[in-house]
Nanobody, 114 residues
């Protein structure tokens, strides 16, 4: 199983980024998936989830700013992040929800400057 997150970068506060998660060797279409992030010195936290049918849930801190989506045909999940704030800085990972230890990839760094 390989879940590869990409699309991170450096952006100013108020800017936007779109993350992608490509799945390989995994029954992606039937899985509930999630985006997670880990800020420097903090524990990893769940940011958003999406079921196989497209039902979504968000952490309170990102509601109204982030949108999770998926394309089962492309075996890819996305996270559209708008109105980014410095507190959104961190490494973003994709995984199943609940997460599985063996599925963690390297993540993608998001840095929001003030």
């Amino acid at each position: 199983v390989q879940l590869q997150a990409s699309g991170g970068g450096v952006v100013q506060a108020g800017g936007s980024l779109r993350l992608s998660c490509a799945a390989a060797g995994y029954r992606f279409s039937i899985a509930t998936m999630g985006w997670y992030r880990q800020a420097p010195g903090e524990q990893r936290e769940l940011v958003a989830t999406i079921t196989s049918g497209g039902n979504t849930n968000y952490a309170d801190s990102v509601k109204g700013r982030f949108t999770i989506s998926r394309d089962n045909a492309k075996r890819t999940m996305y996270l559209q992040m708008n109105s980014l704030q410095p507190e959104d800085t961190g490494v973003y990972y994709c995984n199943s929800a609940p997460s599985r230890g063996a599925y963690w990839g390297q993540g993608t760094q998001v840095t929001v400057s003030s």
